[in-house]
């Protein structure tokens, strides 16, 4: 947990002027009301039923049971999370408002050629809630018994499978980029406007697969509505002891991550953020919550507000790599592909 900064005061001189000078600002913050004094917005750019929007409504039910006070969640959908993104950028920097981010925003830049905002400088990066391994699922009536059963398939007949994202250079599109240049495959991306609606055709049987994040995915596959083929990391999801990870599958190149974290406009106090840092670890790393996410495929990694804003510049940095190995560009400023 990150300490509050020590204020240092400093007297010359002008002892008695500047005690005088100092004595209104003192005064003025001694009577200023904690924080939160008011309802919090943690906005989710996506609709909900997916994994973001699961994140951001456990996180905020533990806030508020902690402050007692109000942390609710606005889903603010479009423009594959720029619109939420810049809503909380001009947002009043008072505690109010934070973003609930995700993976997806630092694959932004791969999309648009010029943003409405600057990703280093606009946004605190306060701190990340839970890390998820992706699962490749296929609906339950599929062919494709086997990641390699799939794969093999869409190399003998490129073009005609299909797959869901969340939306154009979502965390669910990138993932099943990325997938598609280590596989040596083609197949056809279907857009939604959230990978929960992404899901919902997968079950349906309307698109061939969805690479999601684990808490997306596992409901699903325990229900038998959609059926895993491999999932991302080292070693097996416990709550998917059954289903192989990417490298057990024949593609160990394949590892993927998503993220999911909560930014504050610029201007937003220190003291706000050092205490909504605390407040997340505080709850992040309670027993009951952990168990709790090992059953969902998630994981909570501790770090300070400097050290995960800068772990998300270097997710920038791998994802445009990752762009370019799959040979994405946007074509203009308008974000198409």
Known sequence: MACLPRISILLGR????????ALPAAGAFAQAPA??????????PYSAGGTTDYAARQIAQKLS????????????????????????????????NFLVTDTTYTMLPLLFAKLPWNYRSDLVHVTGIIETPVVLVVPEKSPFKTLQDLVAHARAHPGKLNFGSGGPASSTHLSAEVFKSDAKVFITHIPYRGAGA????????QIDLLITAAPTAIPQ??????????????????????????????LPSYQVVNWFGLAAPKGT?????????????SAMTDPAMQASM?????????????QF?????????????????????PESSTGRF
């Open 14 to 21: 002008r002892v008695g002027a500047a005690v005088l000078l």
């Open 221 to 250: 596959v325990k229900g038998g509505r959609v059926r895993a083929l491999a999932t991302t990391g080292d070693r097996r999801l416990q709550a998917l002891p059954d289903v192989p990870t990417f490298a057990e599958a024949g």
């Open 35 to 44: 924080w939160p004094d008011k309802p919090v917005r943690l906005v989710v």
């Open 269 to 281: 106090p220190a003291p706000v953020i050092e205490k909504l840092h605390a407040l997340v670890a």
């Open 294 to 306: 090992a059953q969902q495929g998630a994981s909570y990694r501790p770090m300070t507000v400097r």
């Open 198 to 205: 992404a899901m919902a055709d997968v079950m349906a049987g």
């Open 65 to 96: 049971d902690a402050t007692g006070k109000s942390f609710f969640v606005e889903n603010k959908t479009g423009a594959s999370g720029t619109i939420a993104t810049q809503d909380v950028v001009r947002s009043t920097p008072d505690g109010s």
């Open 309 to 329: 804003g800068d772990f998300v510049n270097k997710e920038v940095a791998v994802w445009a790599e990752a762009g370019r190995r799959a040979g994405l560009k």
